[in-house]
């Protein structure tokens, strides 16, 4: 951890690294919180999953069909929010079981990857980091891209706290009330996509869910109001993300696996001091 400290102010990569954490941090804790309340962690997943169809369609059409601007967190941006769309539509239009389009958006979308990265000539190291996490490989562009989706994600997340509340807690009394539950959804729904595509330049597919939900979890034990569980998830993300690059750094582990452990293990001491707490009041 002293050589992380150490390093930081020489090496552009780490300052960039810890800027993406902050960045992720803010739309992680309210986005995540969403997500934990309205428990939809498998919408989440089978769109953080999906977007490897995205992201391999843009690298192949950069190799293969010279489109240079065409940037692999273009393609899963694009791919993650048509994942979003595709899911609510299924859910409110056709009245189909939601679990079934869920499990087909995540199949194709990893299928639909993996094909292109076949596909594409040499060998993927970018596409293939994004299954396991890079935040230690962003560039100051993606820097600006993050930054982006971060700032729609949280103004938006703001602008509809009190819609999103409501739907989030009672959907039946929102509806009654006149408000439209389903355009609400799918704009969750939206914002879930772009957290997923900022929490997968951090901790990559493969664990993106974990991060998405574990801060929100733990500060769902903590906190009674809702906007003090995404203020209190953000801070856990920023120390989780942070924590998890300084540990790994000296080491030279995987910044995304120690950013999880870190957070799954403070999620399973948050459970058990809980629950012994609420044993000793009883």
């Keep these: 951890m002293a050589e992380f400290i150490t390093d930081l102010s020489g090496h552009s ?20 919180t969403y997500v934990v309340t309205r428990r939809i962690t498998s ?11 995205g992201m391999g369609g843009a690298r192949y059409c950069q190799v293969v069909l010279g489109w240079t601007w065409f940037d692999p967190l273009v393609g899963a941006v694009a791919a993650a929010l048509v994942s979003a769309v595709i899911i609510a539509w299924v859910r409110i239009a056709a009245q189909e079981r939601e679990d079934t389009v869920i499990g087909a ?8 990857g993996l094909l292109f990265i076949f596909r594409t000539p040499g060998y993927n190291e970018d596409l293939m980091s994004y299954l396991f996490g ?34 989030c807690f009672d ?32 901790v990559g597919i493969v664990m993106v869910i974990a991060l998405l939900t574990l801060p929100a979890a733990i500060a769902s034990q903590l906190s009674r109001k809702l906007w003090h569980m995404m203020v209190l998830s953000s801070l856990l993300t920023l120390v989780f993300t942070t924590g998890g690059m ?10 995304g696996a120690t950013i999880i452990l ?21």
Aim: proline share 2%.
């Design 262 to 282: 870190i957070a799954g293990a403070c999620y399973i001491t948050t459970l058990l001091a809980v629950r012994v707490s609420g044993k000793v009041r009883a």
């Design 171 to 202: 959907e039946e009394f929102a509806r009654i009330r006149g408000l439209r539950v389903d355009l609400y959804h799918i704009l969750l729904l939206c914002l879930t996509a772009l957290t997923v595509v900022l929490l997968v330049t951090v």
């Design 43 to 53: 919408v989440a997943g089978a769109i953080a999953h999906s977007i490897l169809g």
């Design 246 to 255: 300084a540990v790994s750094y000296g080491p030279d582990l995987p910044a």
């Design 13 to 32: 990569f780490l300052r960039y690294a810890l800027l993406t954490g902050v960045l992720a941090s803010i739309a992680c804790g309210i986005v995540g």
């Design 105 to 112: 958006v995540w199949a194709i979308g990893m299928a639909a």
């Design 134 to 167: 890079s935040i230690l490989m962003v560039s100051p562009e993606d820097l600006w891209l993050i930054g982006g989706l971060d700032a729609l994600v949280v103004g938006t997340g703001l602008l509809f706290y009190n819609k999103l509340l409501a739907v």
